[in-house]
């Protein structure tokens, strides 16, 4: 039984954390905490599976059910229904803690991949993606609540470094692996045999939380905060009209196009830090900076493993190895980071990295142009998640340590939130393009992508806060009382 005393830590005269002689000793997966551990890194890893698997096989899914007007909305939309399902999920694990949002998102995950893998034609299965969309990112926050309040201070840092390498092993073996059932059996198993794994997992954390229910309790007298769902829904519509504008003709798609990134944009800002959207300096430079380079990482990696099967002619397990090179090349340069420590400021690691990924994306932009040697675009994306390797630690690292405590919460949660928006309208913006571009479609989408990796490289200076060293603390302040 996890004692109710693990979740803090008495702080001593000279100023040391001195460990409770009641608190547990040993690591994440010791007796007290082993079950809960393992179920945590279990749903990490069904997730991330999952996300690398489909992005292998969405190429074949789409041909198959004669959907490729859909392919990149089948990939934006649960971006976009995360921002939803993030902010929903924070709010219910605040009034009744984190168990009651950790089911129902478990849940409907299983839903939207049943739905997903027994669709019958493309529209279906973006509904599917949607609601395990919803699902899958609302999982994220109440594991975040499990661990600030079950597990002792000087292990959360264990358990997160376990949740980054529950990305690991998907990232090598999860495009293979989706590959070959693809080609051997159907690409409907990659949906739906991932909910075999999703309550086992689900099990072994269920018994673990009873037992500290008190722990993990909310608070009734939380409210909830319908005006940022309602924001949250807002700028979730605004990015998936985005992806909608480019089945309407001319001018109109550019119309509607504009004014639903206007409304995502406006939407947005009450639940991102004030300053982000002129990227002010310092932390709310580096909530804007993450989601740029997430908006050109993820809206190009949808688009390598399809041109390597459309145009070089790949099977889909061959075309996924590309994703295992930068899964691998993400979790080196993390670690090289990491053991540079503060030698190495945050703003450089950025500035390296966002360097590193638009140099990637030029060189990727060429095998498309030139239909240069696949080979070369291998190389490329394994240099491209090096760079966010490189830098994505830093973006969490500056936010807390730019951030007020009380603050801490929601600008981390801005992160991700930005990130998601991002991703789903970069997604919608190389769509669009891509539909009036014809033959040369792919080679557009990395234009646009480009544009957007050097964007960030013109705002990784801005990280660095005014006067560096001034101690800055950014408390909650909503873009839209401010900004």
């Known amino acids: 039984m996890i004692d109710s005393s693990a979740g803090s830590e008495p702080v001593v005269a000279d100023g040391r954390r001195r460990r409770p002689r009641d608190t547990p000793r040993g690591g994440p997966l010791s007796q007290p905490y082993r079950w809960l551990s393992i179920g945590m890194f279990a749903l990490i890893f069904i997730a991330a599976f999952e996300v690398m698997a489909v992005t292998t096989i969405m190429p074949l899914v789409a041909e198959e059910l004669h959907g490729e007007s859909l392919f990149a909305l089948a990939f934006s939309v649960p971006f976009a229904a995360g921002v939803v399902g993030m902010v929903a999920s924070g709010n219910w694990a605040d009034r009744s803690g984190p168990l009651p949002p950790l089911i129902a998102a478990g849940v409907l995950f299983s839903i939207g991949l049943v739905i997903a893998g027994l669709a019958p034609n493309m529209e279906v299965l973006v509904l599917g993606r949607l609601v395990h969309g919803i699902g899958g990112t609302a999982v994220t926050v109440p594991l975040y609540v499990i661990v600030a309040r079950v597990y002792p201070e000087h292990l959360r840092a264990r358990v997160f470094a376990g949740f980054a390498a529950a990305w690991v092993i998907p990232s090598i073996v999860g495009p293979a692996v989706a590959g070959v059932i693809a080609e051997q059996a159907s690409w409907r198993w990659v949906f739906l045999g991932v909910i075999v794994l999703v309550l086992p997992a689900a099990g072994m954390m269920l018994r673990p939380l009873l037992r500290v229910h008190d722990l993990v309790a909310g608070d009734p007298t939380v409210r909830w905060s319908l005006s940022r769902l309602g924001w949250s829904v807002l700028a979730a519509a605004g990015a998936l009209g985005v992806s909608l504008a480019k089945e309407l003709g001319e001018p109109w798609r550019w119309v509607v196009a504009a004014a639903a990134i206007a409304v995502a944009v406006v939407a947005v800002r009450p639940l991102l830090p004030a300053g ?5 300096r310092g932390m709310p430079a580096t909530v804007l900076l993450r989601a740029v380079v997430a908006g050109a990482f993820f809206g190009s990696e949808i688009y390598l493993p399809y041109l390597l099967i459309d145009r070089y002619e790949f099977s889909p397990s061959l075309a996924g190895v590309v994703l295992t090179g930068a899964g691998l ?25 966002t360097g590193v990924l638009a140099v990637a994306l030029v060189a990727v932009l060429a095998v498309s142009a ?12 394994t240099a491209a998640g090096a760079g966010m ?19 801490q919460g929601f600008n981390s949660a801005a992160l991700n939130i930005g990130e998601a928006l991002s991703s789903a309208i970069a997604l919608a913006i190389t769509a669009l393009v891509a539909s009036v571009a014809g033959t040369a479609a792919f080679t557009a989408d990395f234009v646009v992508t480009v544009l957007i990796a050097l964007v960030g490289v013109v705002l990784a200076p801005r990280m660095r806060p005014a006067g560096e060293g001034g101690g800055l ?11």
Not at 370 to 381: D, G, K, Q, R, T
Not at 389 to 407: D, I, Q, T
Not at 473 to 483: E, I, K
């Open 473 to 483: 603390r950014y408390g909650v302040a909503p873009a839209a009382s401010v900004d």
């Open 276 to 280: 982000t959207l002129r990227a002010a």
């Open 370 to 381: 030139f239909s240069l040697a696949p080979a070369v675009a291998f190389v490329a994306w």
């Open 389 to 407: 390797g490189f830098m994505y630690p830093r973006f969490s690292v500056a936010v807390l340590e730019l951030s007020a405590k009380s603050a």
């Open 329 to 353: 090349s993400w979790a080196a340069a993390s670690w090289v980071q990491g053991r540079l420590g503060e030698r190495m400021s945050n703003t450089d690691a950025v500035r390296v990295g």
